[in-house]
């Protein structure tokens, strides 16, 4: 009985730190590290300037801890002063006595603003409408904000554009008459009308949504304007069915343009209307391919005769800048960019220089995306602007006095992280680089419309940033503006993320991964190892700012979990040769990398269980996360797929032949998930979304169908009402906790544990961020 005790207690001994992995209290701490929750321990430095016109001055919304109360700051960066932007106090008193409801000063009821009537009025949204707020006197008037597409309206003020019955229509502002341009418009051949995803169909009645806009760019001085025809009629289509919509019983379907690989796509016809020689003129160009959503765009030239576009030759293996005469039509070829692979939309940016007189542009030709200066009547190649075993990442500016451009660059400073973003300034003939942004750092900044000046925000995920003003004649701080401060989240006991780099499968090409450790880790224990994926060749997936804090992977390693994340070979931001590796083989998605990075993480940490090692990820890290169970189940034990397109020819045209090439060939069939389905090892969660516009439900439901042709077994999980990817929806989150959990850990999963939702101010942060961002977000090809 002594010798049985004996072996008891080293049993229960030794098992211990497995027991208490995945357990109440665990799901309450990670509970309290979900990103809407652990953002109320840090004060984020993260200022977004809204500059004022061509001034030095700019408004912004003052970080603070937890980012719940609201206060926006007014700066002078020319004077070094900050101030309140209005009287918060009198503006809630205002906009209450017209709305009839009481508003906090602190927590005003919008995220953004802008400077009207010569500043003295502020224009804003809230409930429902647009409000005009005088800054005298505080009294503030209403007009409910347009539905349906929402009118375009000339610099000039002089004229609205906007769209009926499929035609495109104008108004004069200064006596009401209202001239139809067009007359021919019909259903899927229309007018001036983007192509909607099936989410802005769905939520179409509900009163908080963004209209879309109407395709029309104006001339600068109003006389004219640019916009387009698409033609849809013959493109394919997806039909979405709601299940369980909320106003009715029965369920509605939605169907929208959305053409698949290979097929026939929407294309638009270029036209310019001349308002005041009241002339329709066709531009004499190819029809443009859209094989996605939205439509095309359009720059004009300051003289209003003229205006550049980019054309993309199906398959993305030429794009040309072409520019077009408004007058005649007629249009020409400036630069031409071609590849035996691809030419990637994502590295290709055009800036014009001395309007236009010269052009910007962008290459991968020698290997690293870098900035060319062409003139625009030749065509000709003037010089190379940069170059070097680092890249471009975007151009922030162009000084057309100084002959200079600030651009943002990556991979050139010794011994940083390769991905970390500064700025530079450069003169156009190639002469005196300038760093302006020194902290070994990720930099993002946005400059002032003079130049003069810019706000820098910096951080890394294992250094709390901050938020600075400097001048752009030498990257000179003027003023401090925010600090980042996580005292009470390292008080909870939170660990920094550990950036760590590694070797590719050749033993040779440095890799970059970084870890997540449970905030009551212990090197003593065994903990199984959850890899969140994502392996889309458009970018990179790893987090190089401190806003690392509140990924949800530190919410998952609250459970008794190390997370990790990986880049491998065929992402973006590295070199030209690093990201080939991914042309017309997203099958290989860098996993023998990521394999590589995994035994060299638990070399050096021998506490990561690779005999326990489970993957998740969203869309194309869901047919990722699932490619890897499938493909190396020696490795991978246990999948969660959330929307993942599982299957290259079954997802969108645009994203699919850009990386898997066009025509279609016979490397989408061997890559898919569907014709792997019978090598399923393990556990595989399939999880998706009922009114998914990106990547349509049916795919995983035809990955769900090979694998039970193959007699695999799986579990599988429709979200009703759930759009793409898991976002907030605490159900699925809590969902893929369990399956880890129950997979990974051998534990039962507390039953129906309840996770906090995320707050309505959350919801609407992440809104109006995505909007600065990008102001058609919601619409765009985002994979």
Known sequence: MRLFALFLSL???????????????????????????????????????HWIGKSSRFWYREPKLGNEDKSFLLVDAARDTVGPAFDHARLAAGLGKATHRQYDANDLPFDTFDFVEEENSIRFEAEGKTWTCSLPNYECASSR????????????????????????????????????????????????TPLPMVGALINQDEADRRPRPIGVTWSPDSRRLITYRIDSRYSGRFTTVQFAPQDQLRPRSFSAAYPLPGEAVARAEVI???????????????????????????????DSKHFYFEYTERGYQRVELRQADALSGKVRSVISESSKNYVDPGTTFVRPVNDGAQFLWSSERDGWNHLYLYDRDSGQLRNQVTRGPWLVRSIVRVDDKAKQVYFLGAGREPGEDPYQTHL?????????????????????????TSGEYFLDNYSRPDLPGKSVLRSSKDGKVIRVLGTTNADALLKSGWHFPEPFQGKARDGKTDIYGIIWRPSDFDAKKKYAVIEQIYTGPQGFFVPKTFAAYRNNAQATAELGFIVVMIDGLGTGGRSRQFHDYCYKDLGDAGLPDHIAMLKQMAAKYPYMDLDRVGVYGGSAGGYAAAHAILTHPEVYKVAVAISGNHDHRMDKAWWNELWMGYPVGKEYREQSNLTLADKLQGHLLLVHGDVDDNVNVSSTLRFADALIKANKDFDLLIVPNQSHGEGTNTYMIRRRWDYFVQNLLAVQPPNGFQLDKAPASFLSQIRSAAAEASPEAEEGPDQ
């Open 424 to 448: 530079y300034r450069v003169n156009l003939d190639g002469t005196d680089l300038q760093l302006l942004t020194p902290e070994n750092a990720n930099h993002t900044v946005a400059m002032s």
């Open 145 to 192: 904000t347009p539905m349906g597409p929402r009118p375009s309206v000339s610099p000039d003020g002089g004229w609205v554009a906007f769209v009926r019955d499929y035609n495109l229509f104008v108004n004069s502002t200064a006596t009401g008459q209202e001239i139809q341009l067009t007359r021919d418009g019909e259903r899927d051949y229309d007018y001036a």
């Open 272 to 302: 310019v209307f001349d308002l005041e020689a009241g002339k329709r003129v066709n531009i004499d160009t190819d029809p443009l391919d859209i094989l996605f959503v939205g439509g095309p765009s359009f720059t004009w030239f300051k």
């Open 11 to 49: 049993l229960l001994g030794s098992s211990l730190p497995i027991l208490a992995q995945g357990t109440r209290e665990d799901y309450t701490r990670a509970n309290g590290f979900l990103p809407w929750n652990v953002r109320k321990l840090v004060l984020d430095a993260d200022v977004t300037p």
